[in-house]
């Protein structure tokens, strides 16, 4: 396998494969191009959820279940549809396998709001539960689902299932801890007050935590309401919505908040009755387009991402983020109540690089101010609050390796003492000894170990000891089909063409050639899994909590397309010579 030819399989078996996929990015630049808004931003379908479902009609259902009958119904019907042959309810409607989490929410929801009609399917349900050794039900011992402990006995205890005694106890008393504490719950917070100052309203407490109580619930709110976007989401995320407006009508209390929370709920759902986690990862899939695109060619001259590259810029945070302290100058995942955060400011500023803005432009100089005071003391960053190690806002390699790649394309220093040496320290201890490097929003470590591999690629140093680690690692975990990931920890056990992109395009750009056999069989794999319409199959591989994935079909198809890309222009000079 090491000599020039073999590598390069063979000159015409490399001419075919390139018409093969010139063809596929042509369609799939296409299928692009025909998904982008007028304004020239794009939108991502994110799967449905069992979870946001179930706790969108329970919280429908306590503010007005005959007024909302229809709506509940939607949501109900569409967890009756989506139930798995085991019994379970699964992380993703596109995906099996079921999951004692989710299906501890779905069986919840039904329970409540339909039980004689639901009653085959919760018996079901509550089989394949009690069949994972689930000891929520009381009797059994056994693992708890990993996904939300506070949330999966709310959904139980709304449907006379658990006792509240037996809910997880969230203290509305954070509220009145240092800012510096009480953030590092961070995307965690509004659920925690929301049904914190529930729990303080329906449970007993003695005199010194009733004082405290009644002394954090009107700050609680107060928290509740900067955190408010103009359409009423907090974090554009229909869950969290859902969890205020249950927390807050069975208080009692701030019904500002919750009427807001209610209207962003109501906008939210889906004509077939359900509810994604997320509304959708607009700033997030609109980079990843433009930098699909930039494989093709110079995408500043494009005159159809001039509009593009304004939307962005018109997205960046301009003012400070009060809930979390954070100064102005970054980017969110989405438009308008999503949390300015690393990743996404830290792509975006990668990709207004590409459409022709310098490190002086004000916007670009701003993002880089707030990527450079949001590294943490270990040298990685994390999404929104330093040195933090609750929820999901620990250090993470992915996002790392996305910040580490913007500042290097925006001419920031690479010394040991800078941000981005100090970044690569972080690298070398995180990475595991055999090369893995997982990644905290991704599934498993395909996408940590590629973003790693691709840092050193950008950088120019693939050869470093965590580079050929990092290489080794993939190589070693590929398919004998061509696809990755070679076993799958979490979600469905089978390959995805998100993380065949991801370890294709990382190999590629540390400079493996695109005749190796190992490139062209992962190649032929992309090539065949594309459907008639130009793009692939989305696959959960989006990771919010252990036991709870998602779907985005732009994810899928840019990171794809930038693949299809890269090995186009890997593979021209060679055809050349």
């Known amino acids: 396998m090491n000599t020039v030819n073999e590598l390069r399989v063979s000159d ?17 630049t296409a299928f692009l191009f025909d998904r982008q808004r007028a304004d020239g931003g794009w939108t991502d379908w994110l799967a449905s959820s069992s979870l946001s479902t179930a706790l969108g009609v329970l919280a429908l259902s306590c503010v007005d279940e005959a007024g909302y009958r229809s709506r509940i119904d939607g949501g109900l019907d ?40 639901s009653r085959a399917c919760v018996e079901r349900g509550m089989a394949f539960i009690e069949s994972q050794g689930y000891d929520g039900i009381p009797g059994m011992t056994g693992p708890k689902p990993k996904t939300w402990p506070a949330a999966a006995p709310l959904a139980w205890w709304l449907a006379g299932m658990k006792d509240i005694e037996e809910l997880p106890r969230l203290p509305v008393e954070t509220i009145l801890l240092p800012s510096k504490l009480r953030n590092k719950v961070s995307i965690g917070l509004p659920g925690v007050l929301a ?16 004082f405290f109580q009644r002394l954090a619930e009107p700050r609680a709110l107060d928290w509740l309401r900067s955190a408010l976007g103009p359409n009423g989401g907090i974090e554009e995320c229909p869950m969290i919505a859902a969890l205020i407006v249950i927390g807050l009508r069975k208080a009692g209390v701030g019904q500002d908040v919750e009427q807001a929370s209610l209207g962003y709920l109501l906008s939210t759902q889906r004509e077939d009755g359900s509810w994604p986690v ?39 945070w301009t003012t400070p983020f009060a809930p979390l302290s954070l100064p102005p100058g970054g980017w969110s995942w989405n438009v308008p109540s999503g949390w300015p955060e690393s990743e996404d400011t830290a792509v975006v500023l990668s990709v207004l690089g590409l459409l022709g803005l310098t490190r002086d432009h004000p916007s670009v100089r701003a993002g880089l101010r707030w990527l450079n005071s949001r ?33 290097h394309q925006h001419g920031e220093p690479g010394g040991r003492r800078s941000p981005v040496g100090r970044a690569l320290r972080y690298f070398e201890r995180a990475q595991q000894p055999d090369g893995a490097a997982p990644s905290l929003w991704f599934r498993d470590s395909v996408h940590g170990t590629a973003k790693l591999l691709e840092t050193y690629a950008e950088l120019g140093r693939p050869d470093t000891a965590a ?96 693949t299809l890309g890269r090995w186009l222009r890997a593979a021209r000079p060679h055809r050349a010579s």
């Open 12 to 28: 015409q078996g490399l001419t075919d494969l390139a018409v093969r996929v010139s063809d596929a990015a042509e369609r799939a």
């Open 78 to 117: 569409w967890l009756r549809r989506n139930q798995r042959a085991d019994g379970g309810w699964s992380m993703a409607e596109t995906e099996p396998p079921s999951s004692p989490g989710m299906t501890a929410f779905a069986v919840g929801a039904l329970n409540a709001l339909d039980p004689d009609g």
């Open 195 to 210: 049904l914190g100052i529930m729990q303080a309203h329906l449970l007993p407490a003695n005199r010194l935590r009733r």
């Open 278 to 316: 997320d509304r959708d990862l607009e700033i997030a899939v609109t980079a990843y387009a433009v930098l699909a695109l930039a494989e093709f060619g110079d995408v500043a001259g494009d005159p159809r991402l001039a509009p593009t590259r304004d939307w962005l810029l018109s997205t960046q």
């Open 375 to 407: 590294q943490n003391r270990n040298g990685s960053w994390s999404e929104w609050v330093r040195n933090s190690n609750l929820l999901n806002d620990k250090p993470c390699v992915g996002v790392t390796a996305h910040v580490v790649m913007a500042l």
């Open 467 to 562: 580079g050929t680690l990092a290489r080794r690692w993939l190589l070693a975990n590929q398919r004998p089909d061509g696809a990755w990931p070679a076993s799958v920890e979490v979600s469905a056990d089978r390959p995805t063409a998100e993380e065949t992109a991801w370890a294709l395009y990382s190999l590629l750009r540390c400079g493996m050639p695109p005749g190796d056999p190992r490139i062209v069989n992962g190649m032929r794999w992309l090539l065949d899994r594309q459907d008639a319409s130009g793009t692939w199959q989305p696959s959960p591989v989006g990771l919010y909590f252990e036991d709870f994935c998602y779907t985005s079909d732009l994810i899928t198809h840019t990171y794809t397309l930038r």
